[in-house]
């Protein structure tokens, strides 16, 4: 396929044929008339802030393509809360040190309509990992899922249930990554 040697440039938009957000149609021409950095379009509508960096992030690898893609995952949440269930951690509650609610790992796995919502954005997501396999030539290999939980909002978007770790700083090597706040005992 074709080389970019400076990257691909992401953009959030709605699904296709939808009268969802969009970029705004001079910032989209301008970016395709560059034609360096062939833009990527990738659902992001169904994210209340809807920014691209609330489900996924690149950070650096020390191999051939030099980069590795983090994609928040639902799915890997829910593996991680039902093995720590298994373990005897269900009584363990979130967001300790934090004055609000601190629900508990069974609390969450008991919550039908979040794990029913979570089921529809992890689709939201794998839409996008495919699109991103495709045009930037991912192999599951390339791909790390980061455990992480959204809750439905005021019209029907998505907005993380605790700080997502995959919306992080990358400083060089170094990486900024927000505190989840996950469950612990006390």
Not at 85 to 108: H, N, R, V
Request: overall charge positive.
């Amino acid at each position: 396929g074709k080389e970019y040697p400076l990257g691909r440039i992401l953009i959030g938009n709605s699904f296709p044929r939808s009268n969802g957000r969009q970029m705004t149609k001079v910032v989209k021409d301008f970016l395709l008339a560059q034609k360096v950095q062939d833009p990527v379009d990738l659902y992001s509508d169904w994210l209340q802030v809807g920014h691209v960096d609330e489900f996924m992030s690149f950070v650096p690898s020390n191999d051939r393509k030099g980069f590795r893609l983090l994609l928040a995952s639902p799915t890997a949440f829910y593996q991680l809360f039902k093995e720590k269930q298994k373990q005897g951690y269900g009584d363990a509650a979130m967001f300790q040190g934090l004055s609000i609610e601190k629900p508990t790992i069974d609390d969450i796995l008991k919550d039908k309509s979040l794990k029913k919502q979570n089921n529809y954005f992890q689709n939201c997501i794998d839409w996008n990992r495919d699109i991103l396999k495709k045009e930037l030539g991912l192999t599951e290999q390339d791909i790390i899922d980061i455990p992480a939980l959204f809750k439905m909002e005021t019209g029907g978007m998505a907005d993380s249930y605790f700080p997502n770790m995959v919306n992080l700083v990358v400083l060089g090597k170094y990486l900024g990554i927000p505190k989840p706040f996950g469950a612990g005992r006390s």
